[in-house]
């Protein structure tokens, strides 16, 4: 198989990806609307933070949804291994909305507690902070089961930022059912935590997107890839390299054959590495096998 080619079907990949995404959007529209209207009726800072930020994961799925669109693209003379790529730089657009949303919620947290705002209608808040809850949860599994499926290192990304609203919602009930109790500070110092979880979710969502920009993998399926290369009959060494193009982790293999091969068994010994490789990384989508320039004759 060619690194060109791959034995996963990706339209439907890509067609579960894009439900995915359109229905996360249209929940959380949903969700946003109702928070930031009972945010206005309330005067409540952490919840319309929330909701602001529910908001914000609308224009995440746009983002998601363009490097998907993007990403489908045939590769060309100028981009030969494609543009799966655009999906982890989309990835990057989703870090970028996770620490605008905490530099938002922080700056509203404090201007709440500076001015000693009050809160009216707390316990109508919590309802809102509960539908946050429940909207985002839901959300956020649907994403995340689909992420891991197709092996999407930007739609898990973009879970955990759902999964990132729901504590954010949390956040915001705790607050309010302090004010409840007579703490008016309770719905700054609220916001103050959320910031905190959004800025600890934004380090490893950067992390995970950088670590695939750099050509990060995973060791062990480098070793898998390689032990499995070894066990085919004629393979004297095998030496792995990979790579994450998006949702596809590329393997090439540089095998050491015996001396005295024709070009047409060094070919048939290769085609079966690239079986066994299959076989032994299931994330593999792209395997490539050559033998060493010096290991094969004409």
């Not at 054959?257 to 076989?279: Q, T």
Request: aromatic share 6%; with cysteine.
């Amino acid at each position: 198989m060619s690194m060109l080619e791959t034995v996963r079907d990706d339209a439907a990949d890509r067609r579960a990806a894009n439900r995915a995404m359109a229905v996360s959007a249209a929940g959380l529209a949903i969700t946003a609307v109702v928070e930031l209207a009972l945010a206005l009726v309330t005067g409540s800072v952490a919840l319309l933070g929330d909701g602001l930020h529910n908001l914000s994961d609308v224009s995440t799925s746009a983002v998601v949804f363009a490097g998907f669109w993007i990403s489908r693209r045939p590769p060309t003379a100028r981009y030969p291994y494609g543009y799966e790529r655009a999906e982890d730089l989309s990835g990057l657009g989703v870090a970028l909305v996770i620490w605008l949303s905490a530099l938002f919620a922080g700056y509203e947290s404090v201007r709440k507690l500076l001015d000693a705002a009050p809160t009216s209608h707390p316990a109508v808040g919590m309802a809102g902070a509960a539908i946050g809850i429940v909207g985002n949860q839901l959300v956020a599994r649907y994403k995340l089961k689909v992420g891991r499926r197709i092996r999407s290192a930007t739609l898990i990304a973009d879970a955990r930022h759902s999964w990132l609203d729901a504590i954010s919602s949390v956040g915001a009930l705790i607050g309010l059912a302090l004010v409840v109790a007579g703490y008016r500070w309770g719905d700054p110092i609220a916001g103050f935590a959320v910031t905190l979880f959004i800025c600890h979710v934004g380090v490893e969502v950067t992390r995970e997107m950088v670590h695939r920009l750099m050509d990060g993998v995973d060791p062990d399926d480098l070793d898998a890839a390689k032990a499995a290369a070894a066990r085919v009959p004629g393979v004297r060494s095998a030496e792995v390299r990979g790579r994450w193009m998006g949702r596809t982790l590329a393997l090439e293999v540089e095998t050491g054959l015996g001396d005295g091969l024709n070009l047409a068994d060094a070919d048939r010994i290769n085609a079966s590495v690239e079986e066994s490789v299959r076989a032994a990384v299931p994330a593999a989508g792209l395997v490539h096998a050559h033998a060493h320039s010096t290991a094969a004759t004409a």
